[in-house]
């Protein structure tokens, strides 16, 4: 069975600092893993999204994360935080991206970023 | 992508009523997705629909409780039955826009307060 994990449920950083957003994920088969990211009273909107070709996969807004078998990980990073990153972040894993595929979604982070 | 519309946005409800909610979805798609976020917590799927078929449950929900209709290709409704406070959630629709890109689109979710 998939499961996705997120150490830290709350992240905070200054503004201009390095965003990393930590996600591991359990997977039976080569998963595909997503990123979304959820602004207070909306729905969730795809950030980036990892479907087996490059492991370094750039998303919006300026974030980019990279995926590691190894470590069973894909991580959120950006270098610069931006006050308008403030949100829910959550890290979701998928068997398979077709119509019929379930996404399972992590338990999800919550940035804040200082001025 | 999609554009969905979610009904009613929000609603406080009585403990032992009914609150259907609806699911409009701009385009026409294979399969909707039912997902509930509970307070500060992350998306737990409730229920996949497929247009001509009986709603699939995931475990822990069940068809008497989260009655799920999908009379065609672009609406979809979730009712959720004589409802607890703990019931008290967002309920999120969403779709796979298909095209095998894995991307959801999500509805702004429909925030039930159950009293």
């Known amino acids: 069975a998939q499961s996705v994990t997120q150490l830290g449920s709350h992240v905070s950083v200054s503004e201009g600092a390095l965003v990393l957003l930590r996600c591991n994920y359990s997977?039976?088969?080569?998963?595909?893993l997503f990123w979304y990211v959820q602004y207070p009273n909306q729905g969730l909107q795809l950030l980036l999204k990892?479907?087996?070709?490059?492991?370094l996969v750039k998303g919006i807004n300026g974030f980019e994360a990279e995926f590691k078998k190894s470590e069973t990980s894909f991580h959120l990073t950006k270098p610069s935080a931006h006050m308008s990153d403030a949100a829910e972040y959550f890290c979701?894993?998928?068997?398979?991206?077709?119509?019929?595929?379930?996404?399972?979604f992590g338990p999800g982070t919550s940035l804040s970023v200082i001025p | 992508s999609a554009v969905i519309s979610q009904k009613p946005s929000r609603d406080i409800c009585q403990r032992g009523t009914s609150l259907t909610i609806q699911c409009q979805v701009d385009?026409?798609?294979?399969?909707m997705f039912w997902y509930r976020q509970q307070p500060g917590q992350s998306l737990t799927l409730i229920a996949t629909?497929?247009?001509?078929?009986?709603?699939?449950?995931e475990s822990g929900f069940v068809i008497d409780k989260f009655p799920i209709s999908r009379p065609n290709l672009t609406f979809s409704t979730l009712t959720v039955s004589n409802m607890s406070p703990e019931d008290s959630s967002i309920y999120l629709c969403?779709?796979?826009?298909?095209?095998?890109?894995?991307?959801?689109?999500f509805g702004e979710g429909s925030r039930l307060t159950v009293l």
């Open positions: 969403s779709v796979d826009h298909g095209g095998g890109t894995g991307e959801l689109f």
């Open positions: 997977s039976s088969v080569p998963p595909y």
């Open positions: 990892y479907t087996s070709a490059a492991t």
């Open positions: 979701a894993v998928s068997d398979g991206i077709t119509s019929y595929d379930k996404v399972i």
């Open positions: 385009s026409q798609v294979t399969m």
């Open positions: 629909a497929n247009q001509g078929s009986e709603a699939t449950y």
